[in-house]
């Protein structure tokens, strides 16, 4: 299954949105290579990677989009969005102020992506639970008002992160 001439039956796009060192760019990195990198470079443009995995006996290929949290190198946003089936709307449980901004976020994603899109919020670097800032309950609790999937992921670990990209993709699916 892992050969690369292996027939696809589906490709989902899928973005990552939220501030800049939330840590989008290495949950791409952990999802697509099982990699890590502590200084991780702010993401400038658009990036994207690939993987292939089977769901329900068919192979998907999830292409992940990745651009800048930074206003200055966002890249033109309804190209970003266009033809996206999922979406990751990541913030860091140690900074509150990258979970009050993730109403903002969800806006950006409600006018430029498919009404239909996948949206799963995510609560990153999990790890640090001694410097949380943004209690699991409140994003629980505006996960369910939003109707939003809802998972808190460790890059660093590996925590949740495969979970999180599958919930998303199953529910394309
Ligand atoms: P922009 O590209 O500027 O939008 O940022 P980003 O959201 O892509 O953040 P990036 O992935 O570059 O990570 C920012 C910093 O957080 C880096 O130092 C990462 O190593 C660190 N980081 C990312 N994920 C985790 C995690 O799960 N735990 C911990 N402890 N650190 C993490
Ligand atoms: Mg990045």
Same mark, same amino acid.
């Given at each position: 299954?892992?050969?690369? @001439? ?6 989902? *796009? ?15 990195? $952990?999802?697509? $290579? ?16 690939? $993987? ?5 006996? !068919? ?7 990745? #651009? ?5 190198? /966002?890249?033109? #946003? @309804? ?16 900074? /509150?102020?990258?979970? %009050?901004?993730?109403? /903002?976020?969800?806006?950006?994603? $409600?006018?430029?992506?498919? *009404? ?13 639970? %001694?410097? /949380?800032?943004?209690? #699991?309950? %409140?994003? !629980?609790?505006?996960?369910? !008002?939003?109707?939003?999937? +809802? ?7 590996? #925590?949740?992160?495969? %979970?999180? +990209? ?8």
């Amino acid at each position: 299954y892992s050969d690369a @001439s292996q027939k696809i039956d589906y490709v989902f *796009k899928v973005v990552l949105i939220g501030d800049s060192a939330v840590g989008k760019s290495q949950i791409l990195a $952990r999802f697509s $290579r099982n990699e890590f990198s502590l200084d991780s470079k702010a993401t400038i443009g658009v990036e994207f990677q690939t $993987r292939t995995l089977v769901i329900e006996h !068919k192979s998907v290929k999830a292409q992940i989009w990745d #651009t800048a949290g930074q206003e200055r190198y /966002r890249a033109v #946003t @309804s190209a970003y969005y266009r033809g996206a089936v999922g979406a990751m709307l990541v913030y860091d449980i140690t900074k /509150r102020q990258t979970f %009050d901004h993730i109403p /903002r976020w969800l806006e950006e994603l $409600r006018n430029h992506a498919d *009404k239909n899109i996948v949206i799963i919020l995510i609560g990153n670097k999990s790890d640090l639970e %001694d410097q /949380r800032s943004v209690p #699991t309950e %409140d994003a !629980k609790e505006f996960a369910q !008002k939003e109707g939003l999937f +809802f998972l808190e992921t460790s890059a660093l670990e590996a #925590t949740n992160v495969e %979970d999180a +990209f599958l919930t998303v993709l199953t529910e394309i699916f």
